[in-house]
């Protein structure tokens, strides 16, 4: 199990820097004081450790289905308090709708998602559910720190759209795959 962690970590971080670089890494983002992006990858990275420290505890450490469930939904709007109350002032670039970011999130999300879903198997069917929710939080967290590593824009309305819509997107998706893939079949 362990190399089967090792080699899903590797693959992920490889997959997202590759895409990552691929979208033009930091060169969007150069416009922007570097002080603001520290704080904002910083806020996000901070998110996405909490929430991947949630995702891999035992179920026998006592953490309850409901502490889960609510890490999970209160993910996309600590992010985005997190963001709008750090981004800092400078002349921003045009602020666009975000569907670039979105998918660029999502991409960079899927195959930690995926593999952290294959990981887990056999769960309650009641803690599933809300398992998945945080693996879908976490994984949205971690590329929401690569998104805003290259991303200058920090208004509301693309931060909203580009940048947390995924998270939530993912939250749900967590969830339905969780109740579905991760359940103990009954006997």
Same mark, same amino acid.
């Given at each position: 199990?362990?190399?089967?962690?090792? &080699?899903?970590?590797?693959?992920?971080?490889?997959?997202?820097?590759?895409?990552?670089?691929?979208?033009?890494?930091?060169?969007?983002?150069?416009?922007?004081?570097?002080?603001?992006?520290?704080?904002? @990858?910083?806020?996000?990275?901070?998110?996405?450790?909490?929430?991947?420290?949630?995702?891999?505890?035992?179920?026998?450490?006592?953490?309850?289905?409901?502490?889960?469930?609510?890490?999970?939904?209160? @993910?996309?709007?600590?992010?985005?308090?997190?963001?709008?109350?750090?981004?800092?002032?400078?002349?921003?670039?045009?602020?666009?709708?975000?569907?670039?970011?979105?998918?660029?999130?999502?991409?960079? @999300?899927?195959?930690?998602?995926?593999?952290?879903?294959?990981?887990?198997?056999?769960?309650?069917?009641?803690?599933?559910?809300?398992?998945?929710?945080?693996?879908?939080?976490a994984c949205g967290a971690w590329a929401g720190v690569?998104?805003?590593?290259?991303?200058?824009?920090?208004?509301? &309305?693309?931060?909203?759209?580009?940048?947390?819509?995924?998270?939530?997107?993912?939250?749900? @998706?967590?969830?339905?795959?969780?109740?579905?893939?991760?359940?103990?079949?009954?006997?």
């Amino acid at each position: 199990m362990d190399l089967a962690r090792a &080699v899903i970590v590797v693959v992920s971080l490889a997959s997202a820097l590759l895409l990552f670089d691929l979208a033009g890494g930091v060169e969007h983002a150069t416009q922007r004081p570097l002080g603001v992006t520290v704080r904002l @990858a910083g806020g996000w990275s901070m998110a996405a450790v909490v929430l991947t420290w949630l995702a891999l505890v035992r179920p026998r450490a006592g953490l309850a289905p409901a502490h889960l469930a609510a890490s999970a939904m209160a @993910a996309p709007l600590v992010l985005f308090a997190w963001t709008q109350l750090f981004h800092g002032s400078y002349d921003e670039p045009r602020d666009g709708a975000g569907t670039c970011c979105f998918a660029l999130m999502l991409l960079l @999300a899927i195959i930690p998602f995926a593999g952290v879903m294959a990981l887990h198997r056999a769960v309650s069917a009641v803690r599933a559910g809300p398992l998945g929710a945080t693996v879908g939080a976490a994984c949205g967290a971690w590329a929401g720190v690569v998104a805003a590593l290259g991303c200058p824009r920090t208004g509301a &309305v693309h931060v909203l759209l580009g940048h947390v819509s995924p998270v939530g997107v993912l939250v749900a @998706a967590g969830a339905l795959a969780g109740a579905r893939l991760l359940t103990t079949p009954a006997r």
